[in-house]
């Protein structure tokens, strides 16, 4: 097989997970390990599936930051839920986006890609890493 275009495209995991689950990789067949575990992985993620209409309308609402392609994926990929995490994400944020930028970056990644957290899963998050309750 010849590729015509290499790297026309980068997807992002929730549309990995579309054509995995298209594939019928969740239902077991004729998937490879490799493919089953990347579902079993995806799957898992506090993202919600989104289509790729949904997806447009999301970057469409952070295009006033003239966020890059990469910064854009990992907002949709990881669903930062803390300014720290967007700071992690955003290459230059407090000169790029400031407190204002990076509160509606994380309002618009709350209503539009992040998942809402199981019960387990919130309570984890505040807790610290030696399992103890943080203030």
Request: proline content about 4%; aromatic content about 2%.
């Amino acid at each position: 097989m010849k590729l015509l275009q290499p790297n026309v495209a980068v997807i992002c995991n929730c549309e990995l997970l579309q054509v995995l689950t298209e594939r019928g990789v969740h239902l077991g067949g004729r998937a490879l390990p490799s493919e089953r575990m990347a579902h079993q992985y995806l799957a898992s993620q506090p993202v919600r599936q989104l289509s790729g209409e949904q997806l447009t309308e999301f970057f469409s609402l952070l295009e006033a930051y003239n966020l890059s392609q990469g910064e854009l994926l990992q907002l949709a990929n990881l669903a930062p839920r803390t300014p720290v995490e967007v700071h992690l994400i955003v290459a230059d944020c407090e000169s790029r986006l400031g407190d204002e930028g990076v509160e509606t970056v994380l309002a618009a990644v709350a209503e539009r890609v992040a998942a809402e957290p199981a019960d387990g899963a919130a309570e984890a998050e505040g807790e610290g890493a030696n399992g103890m309750q943080e203030e």
